[in-house]
């Protein structure tokens, strides 16, 4: 049963930086596409960057020069290093397969104050 752990969120000012962790159970690590996901207060979740088994990257174009995904098959864990936030990027972010998401974990938030 697959088990994600995301954690490194916190409140931040405007234009500040934040780095999120995700630590992953219950799948080979290294073989699976991964991102992150994010959900704003009353907004659905939405993907904003993935990275493949082999290291290619997609990001959304809201985040485009800002935020960068990162992977350790060593630590089973994926990162999402957010700088230059902005409030609008306030929500819940969570970790998961891509493109088709397993089972949810709790997300961790980040809230930036402008």
């Known amino acids: 049963q697959v088990q994600l752990e995301e954690s490194g969120g916190g409140l931040v000012q405007a234009g500040g930086s934040v780095r999120l962790s995700c630590t992953v159970f219950?799948?080979?690590?290294?073989?699976?596409?991964l991102a992150w996901y994010h959900q704003a207060p009353g907004k659905q979740r939405e993907l904003v960057a993935s990275?493949?088994?082999?290291?290619?990257?997609l990001d959304a174009d809201s985040v485009k020069g800002r935020f960068t995904i990162s992977r350790d098959n060593a630590k089973n864990t994926v990162y999402l290093q957010m700088n230059r936030l902005k409030p609008e990027d306030t929500g819940v972010y969570y970790c998961?397969?891509?493109?088709?998401?397993?089972?949810w974990g709790q997300g961790t938030q980040v809230i930036v104050s402008s």
């Open positions: 990275i493949t088994s082999d290291g290619r990257i």
């Open positions: 219950g799948i080979i690590f290294r073989l699976n596409d």
């Open positions: 998961n397969t891509s493109p088709r998401p397993l089972a």
